[in-house]
């Protein structure tokens, strides 16, 4: 039932966000620039386990992946001289976002935060 709960708030949050955007983009992505799912996701954990360990550990990788994340916008900032089309853009995106999650696993397998 927890896990149902979950998916419903994220749910929401995500599909409030996707309507906003619609209408006001600026509010709206200053509300997804929050770190509103870390915050609902480090509760959900707090919540489930109750071991400060695990949650310590989780807000660290989130800090960590924070500045490598923010990659997936670059070719779209790019995309103003560059003219790809959306497609191109945004699987432009994703791969710079897979080199951004495969420099994470470097930094937490190498242990440089542990």
Known sequence: MFFLIKI???????AFASWL??????LAGFIIALPLISMISIFFVY???RDMEKV????VSILTAV???LLFFVPFLLNKW???NFGMT???AIGCLTL????HHFIFKAQLFR
């Open 47 to 49: 919540s489930e386990y």
């Open 90 to 92: 945004y699987l432009s």
């Open 82 to 84: 560059l003219k790809m």
């Open 56 to 59: 310590n550990q989780f807000a």
């Open 21 to 26: 955007a619609g209408r006001q983009t600026i």
């Open 8 to 14: 419903l708030i994220s749910a929401v949050l995500i």
């Open 67 to 69: 500045p490598l994340s």
């Open 100 to 103: 951004a999650y495969f420099a």
